[in-house]
């Protein structure tokens, strides 16, 4: 089972901040947190990931509160090509397998 | 920009019959996955190799499922015989050498299999 919840769906207007927020009460002091995106009819892409420390990429920013129970994925200024289902995810297993829930279904509107 | 190749793209069936994918990972990571994605729903692990070994196939239902990677590059994930219940996208992804729990995947564009 995955072990974060998300909210199955979000709206976000063209150029805002979109702020995804994932809850991960159970993650281990070891545990990273990742984020995919998956646009309709393709593959998932990785996002970004970290383990405690806030952490930004030329994608996104990932903000990781201090207990570690939650994060919030941001995308500074969304487009509509941001427009996807975005999954958090805990790595977990001895082969870091990947258990992708249901995701937050992103729309990005003019 | 190298990239994870999938045949078919779509693949129309008839249950009972057998289906075969095809899966050419990025050239030099030594980790393949095979997932499932039923509709509405996230990408579920099926099988994942390191190099031509079998690392995880805990979620593969053996009984009608195989998966092979015998030189250790490409793939075959093979349906026999397929049910109604295999209708989905079965996605393929690789990534480097796992190291640290640094575990980007690059996915392909899937085949989406449809079973009559």
């Known amino acids: 089972d995955a072990k974060t919840t998300q909210p199955p769906s979000m709206d976000c207007a063209e150029g805002r901040a979109a702020n995804l927020p994932c809850n991960h009460s159970?993650?281990?002091?070891?545990?990273?947190v990742y984020w995919y995106r998956q646009i309709h009819s393709q593959g998932p892409q990785y996002i970004i990931h970290g383990l405690k420390n806030n952490e930004t990429n030329e994608m996104a920013s990932l903000i990781i509160t201090e207990d570690r129970k939650s994060s919030t994925l941001i995308l500074p200024h969304a487009t509509l090509r941001d427009t996807a289902v975005y999954y958090c995810?805990?790595?977990?297993?001895?082969?870091?397998?990947?258990?992708f829930g249901a995701g937050t279904r992103l729309a990005v509107h003019p | 920009e190298a990239e994870v190749a999938q045949s078919p793209r779509y693949k129309i069936t008839e249950k009972s019959q057998a289906v075969a994918f095809w899966c050419d990972p990025i050239s030099g990571h030594a980790t393949l996955y095979w997932y499932r994605q039923i509709l509405g729903q996230g990408p579920e692990l099926l099988v994942q190799?390191?190099?031509?070994?079998?690392?995880?196939d805990s979620q593969l239902p053996k009984d009608r499922f195989s998966a092979e990677r015998l030189k250790g590059v490409d793939s075959t994930l093979k349906i026999q015989p397929a049910e109604l219940g295999d209708s989905a996208m079965y996605l393929c992804?690789?990534?480097?050498?796992?190291?640290?729990?640094?575990?980007?995947?690059?996915f392909g564009p899937g085949t989406r299999l449809t079973v009559l």
């Open positions: 992804a690789s990534s480097h050498l796992l190291a640290n729990s640094y575990n980007e995947q690059f």
């Open positions: 190799f390191q190099d031509e070994s079998v690392v995880d």
């Open positions: 995810i805990v790595l977990s297993g001895g082969y870091n397998k990947l258990i």
């Open positions: 159970t993650i281990s002091g070891n545990e990273y």
